[in-house]
C-alpha cells in the first residue's frame, strides 16, 4: 500500500473587524508568549484595541477546523508591519508560511505604496524565518540586543 501525502486545503481569510474570538486566538498562538513578555496584554488590549480603530487587522489560514497560522498586522499611518507571523507545526514545510507571507504582504502592500512592510524576528525563530523572509525580498536592517528580553537579539526586517 503506497501512502499519499497531499497538502491540506488552507483558506485565507483577512479580519479587519472583532469577529473573532480572541481567547480562541490567544490560545492558538500561546507559544509566542515565551519570545515576547506581555504578549497576552498585548494582543488583548493594544492590538484588540487597534483593530477596532482599524489601524491592524488579522489574516487567518484555516485547514478545516484549525488555524493553521495566523499573521497579526499593523497599517497605521506610521507604519506597516507583521506584528506576528505564526504556522502551527503541523502545517510547517508543506508552504503555508509562504502562502501566509504572500498573503500578509500583498494585503500591507496595498495599504500604502510608500512605506515599507517591517517584520522583527526574535533570535531563536531567526535560522528558521530567514530563508522565508529572504525568498520574499526582506533585508536584515538591524539586530538589537535587548529590545525585548535582556540579553536576547531581536533581528529587524523590511521589504522595500
Given amino acids: 500500500m503506497i501512502a499519499l501525502n497531499s497538502k491540506p486545503k488552507v483558506i485565507f481569510e483577512h479580519i479587519e473587524s472583532e469577529s473573532i474570538k480572541f481567547s480562541d486566538l490567544a490560545k492558538s498562538i500561546s507559544t509566542v508568549g515565551?519570545?515576547?513578555?506581555?504578549?497576552?496584554?498585548?494582543?488583548?488590549?493594544?492590538f484588540r484595541k487597534e483593530m477596532i480603530e482599524g489601524k491592524r487587522s488579522i489574516i487567518i489560514a484555516r485547514a478545516g477546523n484549525s488555524?493553521?497560522?495566523l499573521s497579526l498586522l499593523k497599517h497605521s499611518l506610521d507604519e506597516k508591519k507583521i506584528c506576528t507571523f505564526y504556522?502551527?507545526?503541523?502545517y510547517r514545510g508543506i508552504g503555508v508560511g509562504h502562502?501566509?507571507?504572500?498573503?500578509?504582504?500583498?494585503?500591507?502592500?496595498?495599504?500604502?505604496?510608500?512605506?515599507?512592510i517591517a517584520i522583527t524576528v526574535a533570535e531563536e525563530r531567526n535560522s528558521e524565518l530567514y530563508p522565508l523572509l529572504k525568498s520574499k525580498g526582506f533585508s536584515i536592517e538591524n539586530k538589537v540586543i535587548g529590545y525585548y528580553r535582556e540579553n536576547i537579539n531581536?533581528?529587524?526586517?523590511?521589504l522595500k
Fill in 154 to 158: 531581536e533581528y529587524f526586517y523590511s
Fill in 87 to 90: 504556522v502551527s507545526p503541523s
Fill in 34 to 46: 515565551a519570545y515576547y513578555p506581555n504578549f497576552k496584554n498585548w494582543l488583548y488590549f493594544t
Fill in 67 to 69: 488555524i493553521a497560522g
Fill in 99 to 116: 502562502q501566509l507571507m504572500d498573503a500578509s504582504t500583498s494585503y500591507l502592500g496595498d495599504k500604502d505604496k510608500d512605506k515599507d
